[in-house]
């Protein structure tokens, strides 16, 4: 098991830049993709970005605007957020798992609690 804590959520401008950090705890950090998720009000939790190894996977809504990363050393994963939009609004959610299907929630294991995201128009 891996314990996950995110932060720094927060309410920025659109267009704005926000960096998300999740602190994952264990000694096999390596070994695990690292997701991010999120979930808007009313909707289902979708996939955002992933990194397995050193391997970045994104969704197509926020591919060239967003960059997720890992420091092995420091157990954390990173997702910079650039040019936010209003519907990038959500709780941010970090998981992890050693997993097949890189953008399929139920396939990660491991949950933090979630940081809020609100980009303002």
């Known amino acids: 098991q891996v314990q996950l804590v995110e932060s720094g959520g927060g309410l920025v401008q659109t267009g704005g830049s926000l960096r998300l950090s999740c602190a994952a705890s264990?000694?096999?950090?390596?070994?695990?993709?690292m997701g991010w998720f999120r979930q808007a009000p009313g909707k289902v939790r979708e996939f955002v970005a992933a990194?397995?190894?050193?391997?970045?996977y994104y969704a197509d809504s926020v591919k060239g605007r967003f960059a997720i990363s890992r420091d092995n050393a420091k157990n954390t994963v990173y997702l910079q957020m650039n040019s936010l939009k209003p519907e990038d609004t959500a709780v941010y959610y970090c998981?992890?798992?050693?997993?097949?299907?890189?953008?399929?929630?139920?396939?990660?294991?491991?949950w933090g609690q979630g940081t809020q995201v609100t980009v303002s128009s």
């Open positions: 990194i397995r190894w050193s391997v970045a």
């Open positions: 264990g000694r096999t950090f390596n070994d695990y993709t």
């Open positions: 998981a992890a798992g050693r997993i097949s299907r890189i953008t399929s929630d139920r396939e990660y294991g491991n």
